[in-house]
């Protein structure tokens, strides 16, 4: 299509048609997804077999490191659970902090992972915390979920080793301390806004969630010794400290044996495997828990984990079919039509991008790449390029919805309607992008 307003509409009906089959029909969200997919890409006028193609694509790069990362945090979530160590870490949160004060440290937790962390390994290793700090306190899951969700989210958004502000600041010429400065002063107060402070005050609105235990808490699951605390806040600490371990070693480190070692070691693939490791042996040779034991616990955690990646898959095909259709570039065009000063336009086009096609990373590529020539042109100091760059991570953390694949992995996750997810993560997310771009327009004046 070579009108950009004609591309918007096909994209808006198509979102419209797959909020509608999941909300008003009740089709399953894979198959909505795949369905409106392959509807979408044959609105787009592309060959049938283009379109299957791109299905194919999306659904193969989502799942090559999700599928793993999900499968692997489900059995070390499972094992955690089934002995009780889950339990025991969210018992002594709240005994240290309240809980009242619960929210304010899983925020903190949440943007110091969320520096090192992608959002979707940090979230699936915390997860199992925060569903379990629900049961304990009898709060719904996304009062403690969010707080953790908005340091995450915000982190991913604004600052290095992310993919998304690496390749903003490559592309724009930020300089990377004033982008880390910049990027901790609006994303902290972002996560707070978005995160403590709206789940304490939104909290009893319907999209928190139910009291009960989400799918993936198996209540029929063998039972196994208690693990204790120690142990248990070790098979949660492993995986995360050998990632930061890589990240650090990455940044410090020439390359050479060493710092092949401690990448190699603290990919989240291998991170995973050796915490799922410790904790089996752990039960298996401190508490004498039977080997069968152990293999059902872990069998039985991939269960509600195969829904999750069926979704995520199916999410991030729609996602692709959305790339390869130019949709970006189309309403990028329609954007462009108005003049409006730059980090304004890097925040809204931006935004557009990340509501049409669902990825924050390359909304945030797209415009970077088309701002970058205003960029040029304006003149900017140093501290106003970098503040673009927040410009740019904010609008692309608005209206997370159903074309993006960490909706569908906050939903699956925590055990929530579609319904329940818009109210509370979609609408948490939307408020964190919207108070770093004030923060960053407030501070644009003083650089």
Known sequence: ??????????????????IAMVLRWKVPAFIALLVVALGTGIAFGAPPADVI??????TGEALGFV???IGL??????????SGGIGVLANRLLDAFGERRAPWALVVIGTLVGIPLFFDVGFIVLAPLVVTLSLRARRRVMYFALP?????????????PHPGPVAVAELIGTDYGLLALYGLACGIPAAVIA??????????QSGFGEGGPPPRFDENAPAIAAIGFVPALGGMLIPLSLILLAALA??????????SFLEFIGHPFTALILACAFVGLWLRLRLDAPLQTISDVMTRALAPAGLMVLVVGAGAA????????????QITAAVSAFALAVPVFAFLLAAFVRVAQGSATVAMVTAAGLAAPLIAQAGLSPGQVALVTVSIGAGASVASHVNDTGFWLVKQYLGLTETQTFRSWTLSATIAGFVMFAIAMLLWSFT
């Open 1 to 18: 299509m070579s009108e950009p307003w004609a591309s918007l509409s096909v994209v808006a009906v198509s979102i419209v048609v797959l």
């Open 53 to 58: 193609a791109a299905v194919r694509k999306g």
């Open 67 to 69: 599928a793993v990362v």
């Open 73 to 82: 945090g489900a059995m070390l979530g499972g094992l955690l659970e089934a």
């Open 148 to 160: 953790l969700l908005a340091g995450l989210l915000t982190m991913h958004a604004l600052l290095p």
């Open 195 to 204: 995160g403590p402070v709206f789940a304490v005050l939104a909290h009893g």
């Open 250 to 259: 990455g940044g410090v480190l020439p390359q050479g044996p060493s710092r």
């Open 318 to 329: 729609y996602k692709e079919v959305l790339i390869q259709s130019g949709a970006g570039e």
